[in-house]
Nanobody, 113 residues
Framework: QLVESGGGSVQAGGSLGLSCTASDYPYSPYCMGWFRQSPGKEREEIAEIKPRGAPRYLVDSVRGRLIISRDNDKNTLSLQMDHLEPEDTALYYC?????????WGQGTQVTVS
């Protein structure tokens, strides 16, 4: 089970740190990712990180503003978000993939005004 935390409301230009904690079994062998879904838009993957920590950012608008990281010992995934923009307002999900993303959290809301 994946549980996200750290969402909230922030003014444009501010920062938030999201966390995703796994409580069922170790996700260290899994690729893990952060997704987001804004109202009226499809869910999009914004960042992923391989088991050994190689990150990849899949949305041009977040590069340089978001940092994905993981702590395999603590079974946690993090997303540091800086210089937030109103367009970043969305429900943010973490997910884990052995082959495809089939483990999902419930999401945490981020609102930027």
């Amino acid at each position: 089970q994946l549980v996200e935390s750290g969402g909230g409301s922030v003014q444009a230009g501010g920062s938030l740190g999201l966390s995703c904690t796994a409580s069922d079994y170790p996700y260290s062998p899994y690729c893990m990712g952060w997704f987001r879904q804004s109202p009226g838009k499809e869910r999009e993957e914004i960042a992923e990180i391989k088991p050994r920590g190689a990150p990849r950012y899949l949305v041009d608008s977040v590069r340089g503003r978001l940092i994905i990281s993981r702590d395999n010992d603590k079974n946690t995934l993090s997303l540091q978000m800086d210089h937030l923009e109103p367009e970043d307002t969305a429900l943010y999900y973490c997910a884990a993939a052995a082959t495809w993303y089939d483990h999902w959290g419930q999401g945490t809301q981020v609102t930027v005004s």
